[in-house]
């Protein structure tokens, strides 16, 4: 793609848009004199679907008008509702219907998925993960490793080259290759929350089975974002979070991911409820656990309907664009955004993410010289919606849905000016 460094071009790439018409489907928020915030930080909060208000309102009605028949005879009926969300969201990441279900969070849903794809012994109970994964991530496996009586040393950790930003994947076969016979569990960030990497599965999946380690995906930045074809990849499971790419709202529901050939077998050890019980005589009460198949063989309490209103909303967008569509877009809004950067011609930024479009999702990681984070607070004084993560990272994820190529370059246009004063 040829890109030009103008507004005209920026907007002629917005009139050729099929997809550009998403963007009045969201609130955006905005200024004092109704500007619309440049906002680029769909990577950590989504914008809200304006159809979320009303889907709310429907389930919030049927609570009013029929109490608990709305289980059953609501305009939605609730013990049915997260089916047909489910469905949307197996196509958004890639899987089959049977392998992806929506509930609880984020963080507790790894947990819940270490309970069956964290199974230690003496002789292998190592976990891997990226050196500079999420936070949240980190200290749940640190917490899985001491729950099963090892320690924090048994955490091995995936790192770049020295002096480098990027991970490389002979690196990853250079410790499996040494220490796979002692590794449970690799669990890797799918698009790195800080670089913006996107990693392999596929070959992930191979490295890790070949060694005969479990691998599990955290996708919470791939999902809506990247296609990361998890069944096609092998891997054993994945979980990631609705409110970022996903646009569901702040601390919503969770995704999870068990691949098909896990989904008959009962034998897996895994915690219970009485919404993995087979479904058909689940109101039965009195009889002994009978687990479901797939990914709802999982899923422990009934779901909150009132938190899965908004991922509807979500979802019917995903499913109406298609990933397909919306990955094309996006590959062109953040090539627009990096020709634009480096444009600028600049010493005091540079863009750390990879360059090949295949190795990373929509976001840019802006590395700040001399890690002057007054930068970001320009950009936030005008209204450049960004965030900052320590030590030097500008983090900016233009979101195909609703973002414009004309946001994008009054982004850069607006950061020019401020770095004529540096
Ligand atoms: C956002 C994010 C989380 C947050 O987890 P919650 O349980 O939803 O608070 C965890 N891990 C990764 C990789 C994330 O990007």
Not at 292 to 309: D, F, H, K, R, V
Request: one cysteine or more; hydrophobic letters at 40%; charged letters at 25%.
């Amino acid at each position: 793609m040829q890109y030009k460094n103008t507004l005209e071009f920026a907007k002629k790439l917005d009139s050729e848009d099929q997809l550009a018409s998403y963007r009045y489907q969201f609130h955006i928020p905005q200024d004092k004199q109704g500007n619309d915030w440049l906002y680029f930080t769909g990577n950590s909060l989504g914008l809200q679907p304006k159809k979320a208000k009303e889907y709310i309102n429907v389930e919030l009605q049927d609570w009013a008008e029929k109490g608990v028949e709305g289980h059953f005879d609501g305009e939605n009926p609730w013990v049915t509702y997260p089916e047909s969300l489910s469905k949307m969201m197996a196509k958004v990441v890639g899987a089959k219907p049977l392998e992806v279900i929506i509930m609880d969070t984020l963080t507790a849903n790894l947990h819940f998925l270490m309970v069956s794809f964290y199974r230690p012994t003496k002789k292998r109970y190592k976990i891997l993960i990226e050196s500079d994964a999420f936070p949240s991530d980190r200290y749940a496996v640190q917490s899985q490793l001491k729950f099963h009586g090892f320690s924090e040393e048994d955490l091995i950790y995936w790192s770049p080259p020295k002096g480098k930003d990027l991970l490389e994947i002979n690196d990853l076969e250079n410790i499996l290759e040494e220490q796979g016979h002692e590794i449970a569990l690799v669990l890797i960030g799918g698009v790195n929350y800080y670089t913006g990497q996107r990693f392999d599965f596929k070959k992930i999946a191979e490295l890790g089975h070949a060694k005969g380690c479990v691998v599990g995906i955290d996708l919470a930045h791939g999902a809506g974002n990247i296609q990361p074809d998890l069944h096609e990849s092998g891997v054993d499971f994945a979980a990631w979070c609705t409110y970022k790419y996903l646009n569901s709202g702040p601390g919503s529901l969770s995704g999870i991911f068990v691949h098909e050939k896990h989904a008959h077998n009962t034998e897996l050890p895994r915690f219970a409820g009485w919404w993995n019980h087979n479904k058909e005589t689940r109101f039965n009460m009195r009889l002994p656990f009978d687990v479901m198949a797939g990914a709802e063989g999982w899923q422990l309490s009934n779901p909150p309907i009132l938190a899965m209103a908004p991922i509807k909303a979500s979802l019917e967008m995903f499913e109406e664009v298609g990933m397909d569509a919306l990955r094309e877009k996006s590959i062109k809004l953040t090539g627009f955004m990096e020709f634009l950067f480096q444009e600028l011609g600049s010493d005091a930024v540079s863009i750390i993410t990879p360059i090949n479009p295949t190795e990373r999702g929509c976001q840019l990681s802006i590395q700040v010289k001399n890690a002057d984070k007054s930068l970001h607070q320009k950009l936030m004084d005008k209204h450049i919606i960004t965030d900052w993560r320590e030590p030097n990272v500008i983090r900016c994820a233009p979101a195909p849905m609703y973002n414009s190529f004309e946001d994008v370059y009054k982004m850069v246009s607006i950061l020019k000016e401020i770095l004529k004063d540096y």
